[in-house]
C-alpha cells in the first residue's frame, strides 16, 4: 500500500499529474494484491467462524444446548460466518474467479455456502425448521463434517497453512 501511494503522490508532484503507463501498471497490480490480501482476511475470518461453530455444536447435550449462552454463541458465529461467506462472492480478484488458480472456481464457492447452509443445526438436530433425517448425534456429525470440507475449500483457495486453518 505504501509503494501505491508513493507512485499516486510521485505522479500528483508532477508538473501534468498523470501516471505513465508503467506507474499505472504497477499501480494497477498493487491495487489487485491488496484485493487478494483483503480477501484472504475476510477467507481467514470464514475459516475462525467454521471453528468457533464446530466448537459450540459439539458442546450440544442431549438435544439441547448445554446453556443459553451457547444456543445464543451458535446463531452469533454462524451468522458472522455466512455473512463472511457471502461477502466473498464478489471480488474480481478471488481465486473462485481467477482463471489463473485452477484449484476452485466459483462452484466450489457455492458449494462452500450450500456446506454452511441457510441456518445452523440446532441442539436437536435440525437445521432451518426442517428436522433431522436421522438421530440427534448423526446429524451434528454431518454438519460438523460438512464445516470441516467448508474450512478445508477455503483453505486450499486461500493457500492458508494446515496449523493456521485448524488454530483461528
Known amino acids: 500500500m505504501v509503494a501505491a501511494r508513493q507512485i499516486i503522490s510521485n505522479a500528483a508532484n508532477k508538473i501534468a499529474p498523470e501516471l505513465t503507463s508503467a506507474e499505472d501498471a504497477k499501480l494497477q497490480e498493487h491495487i489487485k494484491n491488496a484485493s487478494v490480501v483483503w480477501e484472504k482476511c475476510i477467507a481467514a475470518t470464514a475459516v475462525h467462524y467454521v471453528n ?84 440427534v448425534d448423526t446429524a451434528l456429525f454431518a454438519y460438523a463434517g460438512k464445516l470441516t470440507v467448508a474450512r478445508m475449500l477455503l483453505q486450499e483457495a486461500y493457500g492458508f497453512s494446515d496449523s493456521n486453518t485448524l488454530a483461528w
Do not use: C
Not at 455444536?57 to 463472511?84: C, D, M, Q, R
Not at 474480481?92 to 441457510?118: E, H, Q, W, Y
Not at 438436530?125 to 436421522?134: D, L, R
Open 52 to 135: 468457533d461453530l464446530i466448537a459450540d455444536i459439539g458442546e450440544y447435550s442431549n438435544g439441547a444446548p448445554s446453556t443459553l449462552n451457547n444456543f445464543e454463541t451458535v446463531a452469533k458465529h454462524w451468522s458472522e460466518l455466512k455473512g463472511f461467506m457471502l461477502s466473498l462472492q464478489f471480488s474480481p480478484a478471488s481465486p473462485f474467479r481467477d482463471v489463473a488458480v485452477t484449484s476452485v472456481d466459483l462452484d466450489d464457492l457455492k458449494r462452500i455456502n450450500a456446506l454452511v447452509g441457510d441456518a445452523p443445526v440446532l441442539a436437536d438436530g435440525s437445521q432451518n425448521g426442517v428436522a433431522a433425517t436421522g438421530d
